[in-house]
């Protein structure tokens, strides 16, 4: 029986009930919040580098072309898309006394960290196979841990407002290991005097020694709260619906476009900052943390904002500045105040993605599992993971298709031909642009606010309470 949820008016008895049992769940604090969030920023110092700074690297340190590092980061992406919705159906039929997600965290940890070991610490001689052979069991073992993570933080705040806090501090965290690791190149060059490979390195010693730290910290701090009954049982067969249902498409198709802009500006940052602004990768580096900087102050804001208007309204700002800011990039003068100008306003709308998006997801769980009666957060989560990896896949192919058809040379940088460096300029500014004007127009009709997921929230209950197990007196 399908149920279909509007944004529309909403029961004055489900509003208030939905506000006592949902909105008035006990508050987390921050401490508690931080233990949580802990294993983000590991994973963050994991991930980030591994489209900014190893492209890069591998090129222009190791030697290997570009067309060489597209197909690895490109075919590892596309092996994502089929692994993370099989993951979310096996974490949703996880049922042990150690609970439902983290028996995936754990698994999840000492692939990463020989992957993530095998990556950094790579030297003059790795192919390209070798490279997508390491990123594959990376990426499993990142996506396992991610994905557990993730659906737990759902499980932990259930109600509308909560779940934007929770992810506001996920993603804080988040940008934090960003922040890590783009300054260990940077101080590694100018404290200590070392090259640009030995600051690479030295991201993947951090990763390698905090991730199992991190993710104990999280497992000893944070219960993990009972999951919610199945009325249904789960069957594979039932999750092909989900790619019908209106809210999940939406938040999907927004979820690929959003996240490519950033994907392909951030695998051609120092290659653009390096032949079109003349920037060594110690000055580009500094300028990516100013970002981030940027990023980190303003998560706050989204959270804030999407309780005050909506989250989809908010994404819908964020995207929009996004894209001013990214376009932006391709008329501002040279000049270092410039510089720091535009890379700050760019840093802002950085964290709204990823905040709201999981957050609507989380919420359209609670609209799945209305209408089905079964929870499939874990699949719903997967298939935001691995949305986000179409537009990956995609970024790093076409950027390395469009710079090699355009015969643009990494070790040349500044003196390649003409044509080569203006194909750099527009792929790297315009293009992302385009994809942040293209998000905020398919998150536009986002129809599940906080009225209707109040309304949603009060019937799940309802239902609940009816098949709890009456007690013999």
């Known amino acids: 029986m399908a149920v279909e949820v509007e944004s529309g008016g909403v029961a004055p008895t489900a509003t208030a009930v939905g506000r006592a049992g949902a909105d008035g769940a006990p508050q987390l604090g921050p401490w508690k919040l931080a233990a949580f969030a802990a294993p983000c920023i590991p994973v963050a110092a994991m991930m980030m580098p591994v489209t900014i700074y190893l492209p890069d690297y591998y090129t222009r340190d190791l030697g290997l072309s570009w067309l060489a590092i597209g197909?690895?980061?490109?075919?590892?992406?596309?092996?994502?898309?089929?692994?993370?919705?099989?993951?979310?159906?096996?974490?949703?039929?996880?049922?042990?006394?150690?609970?439902?997600?983290?028996?995936?965290?754990?698994?999840?940890?000492?692939?990463?960290?020989?992957?993530?070991?095998?990556?950094?610490m790579a030297g003059p001689g790795i192919t390209g196979?070798?490279?997508?052979?390491?990123?594959?069991?990376?990426?499993?073992?990142?996506?396992?841990?991610?994905?557990?993570?993730?659906?737990?933080?759902?499980?932990v705040a259930p109600d509308y407002k909560g779940r934007s806090r929770v992810f506001g501090w996920w993603q804080a965290f988040t940008v934090i290991g960003m922040l890590l690791a783009l300054s260990m190149p940077i101080l590694a060059s100018r404290l200590f005097?070392?090259?640009?490979?030995?600051?690479?390195?030295?991201?993947?010693?951090?990763?390698?020694?905090?991730?199992?730290?991190?993710?104990?910290?999280?497992?000893?701090?944070?219960?993990?709260?009972?999951?919610?009954?199945?009325?249904?049982?789960?069957?594979?067969?039932?999750?092909?619906?989900?790619?019908?249902?209106?809210?999940?498409?939406?938040?999907?198709?927004?979820?690929?476009?959003?996240?490519?802009?950033?994907?392909?500006a951030g695998t051609l940052f120092f290659t653009y900052f390096f032949a079109i602004r003349g920037y060594d990768r110690s000055d580009a580096g500094a300028l990516l943390l100013i970002y981030f900087v940027s990023a980190l102050l303003?998560?706050?804001?989204?959270?804030?904002?999407?309780?005050?208007?909506?989250?989809?309204?908010?994404?819908?700002?964020a995207c929009i500045a996004y894209a001013a800011a990214q376009g932006g990039v391709l008329i501002v003068p040279d000049g270092l105040v410039w510089g720091i100008a535009v890379m700050a306003l760019a840093g802002i709308p950085f964290t709204a993605g990823s905040i709201l998006l999981r957050a609507m997801m989380a919420d359209i769980g609670d609209e799945e599992r209305l209408a089905s009666g079964v929870d499939r957060s874990g699949l719903l989560f997967g298939l935001l993971s691995g949305s986000v990896k179409i537009g990956s896949a995609t970024a790093v192919a076409g950027a390395g298709i469009l710079l090699t058809t355009a015969g643009?040379?990494?070790?040349?940088?500044?003196?390649?031909?003409?044509?080569?460096?203006?194909?750099?300029?527009?792929?790297?500014?315009?293009?992302?642009?385009?994809?942040?004007?293209?998000?905020?127009?398919i998150i536009a009709g986002h129809k599940l606010d906080a009225q209707a997921h109040a309304d949603i929230r009060f019937r799940l209950a309802a239902r609940d309470r009816e098949h709890e197990p009456k007690s013999l007196i």
């Open 71 to 120: 197909f690895a980061f490109s075919a590892v992406r596309l092996f994502d898309l089929w692994l993370d919705p099989a993951l979310g159906f096996m974490i949703d039929k996880t049922n042990t006394r150690f609970g439902r997600f983290r028996p995936w965290l754990v698994a999840g940890l000492p692939m990463a960290v020989l992957a993530i070991w095998m990556l950094f």
């Open 408 to 441: 643009f040379d990494a070790t040349l940088g500044p003196k390649n031909e003409g044509d080569a460096l203006m194909m750099l300029q527009i792929t790297f500014t315009l293009v992302p642009a385009a994809f942040g004007l293209l998000g905020a127009w």
């Open 193 to 264: 005097g070392l090259d640009h490979g030995a600051g690479v390195k030295a991201i993947g010693w951090f990763v390698v020694l905090t991730l199992p730290v991190s993710i104990a910290i999280a497992l000893l701090v944070m219960r993990e709260p009972p999951s919610p009954p199945n009325h249904n049982p789960p069957h594979w067969r039932q999750y092909l619906p989900l790619l019908k249902r209106p809210s999940v498409v939406r938040v999907l198709l927004a979820d690929i476009a959003i996240g490519t802009g950033p994907v392909l």
């Open 298 to 317: 303003a998560a706050p804001l989204w959270s804030w904002l999407a309780n005050r208007m909506s989250k989809h309204k908010a994404l819908m700002i």
């Open 129 to 155: 196979l070798q490279i997508l052979g390491w990123l594959i069991l990376g990426f499993l073992g990142q996506s396992m841990a991610s994905m557990a993570h993730v659906a737990w933080a759902a499980r």
